[in-house]
């Protein structure tokens, strides 16, 4: 390094500084480039051995799964498959990759017919973006065999708020369904076999406290009215044990035809009027909108109504109506219970409300489910076995439709019910098939 003496020393002296200042610069910023260089591939190592092992640690958990795992993308194709999903299907993960996820998991309803894509929860989670359970499906493995199966698809949210993908899980139920069936042959046989000596006890029971049959001192006929109430009950317990066995097992007999609903339910609130009156319960009938009221005391007040027509068994539909008018009038010791009927151009909507106990909002949740009764002080009392609104979800599903409950505590509960519209044209053309079906041979 020249160091020039000239005017001064001071001058060599903050020549030198300088100079020295800059060497000591270039060896720090040395250091540190080659300690950054360093450090980032530490940083690249850690970060690459983390993602492995994450995986190693998703690729043991997806192999222990007894469920079978799928992976379906937003074109329908498969990117995951796990071992459950290949030992389930027949199908390995090999094949199965790459390919549209229905040639693999193809679904087939109760009555074997393919389920298509609009419904099948694979496809419809991308447009509902909300987790979907299915238990009414089957599934024909690579072999052919077919078995039902429980199916619940979760969305994969992208950052965009869009659903990437579609994560299923699904398993054999065979073996819970057979069981469930034989459960449910158990109750049904039994309960048939119980209600023929139960009818028996009350036709006896009724010709004993027939006046013009038998002569019998007022105390003996407070207890025979005792028992008789009793008998009956035991007899609708038979009768509802018998209906909810075969509505689980599929076995519920149906025959649906073309029903308008407000024709129908003038018809069966008529009958129903008089148990209503008996409580001292005031019962109104509304078609269409509120102000459309059809007093069911007073057929004159009856105005232009629109024809509401559904497909259902007429006997079933009055099962349903009939269950949910009773538990209004049981469980409304005073006012009124309405039943309304509204629709647009594909929902028919039933309403039944009432000015009673209302249902506490935790146990709303439960109360289509079998056997489930409100355990409060003010229900308690009241006889019953839970399984009214349990049959009438079975029937109104059969129907596809919906049944549901709002209601609020000593204000009133309103069972509200949806089912799928028919078109007066659809109607009208179901009538006259069913006309041509139902009319003798020549
Ligand atoms: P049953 O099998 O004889 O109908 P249940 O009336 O007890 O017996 P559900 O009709 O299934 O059975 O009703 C279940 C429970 O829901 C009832 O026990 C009652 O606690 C509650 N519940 C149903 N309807 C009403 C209502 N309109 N108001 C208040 N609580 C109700
Ligand atoms: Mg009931």
Redesign the pocket.
Known sequence: MPIHLSSGGRIVVIVNGVFLALIGLAIFLYHRHKHNKSSQATVDTIVKREVRKERLKSDIILTAIEDGVIVVDNNGTIQLFNPGAARITGWSAEEAIGLDYAAVLRLVDDKNGAINKEVNPLSRIFHEGKPIHDNSASLVAKAGDRFPISLSVSPLIDSGNKVSAAVGIFRDISTERAEEQRRAEFISTASHEMRTPVAAIEGYLALALNDRVSHIDSKAREYLDKAHASTQ?LG??FQ?LLTSARAEDGRLSNHPVAVEMSAFLEQLIDGLRFTAEKKGLHLEFLIGSNTATVDATDASKAVVKPLYYVHVDPDRMREVVV??F???V???ESGKVSIGLTGDSEVVQLR?T?T????PTE?ISH??QK??????S??RT???????????RKIIELYHGKIW?E?QLQK??T?FINLPRLSTQKATQLQSQEAKDTSPLI
């Open positions: 009950h609708k317990l509802d269950n949910l009773d538990n209004a049981k469980y409304t039944i009432d009673g106990t209302g249902i146990d109360l289509f056997f489930y009764r409100v355990d409060s003010a229900t009241i006889g019953g076995t839970g399984l009214g609104l349990f049959i009438a409950v209601s009133g509960s069972f």
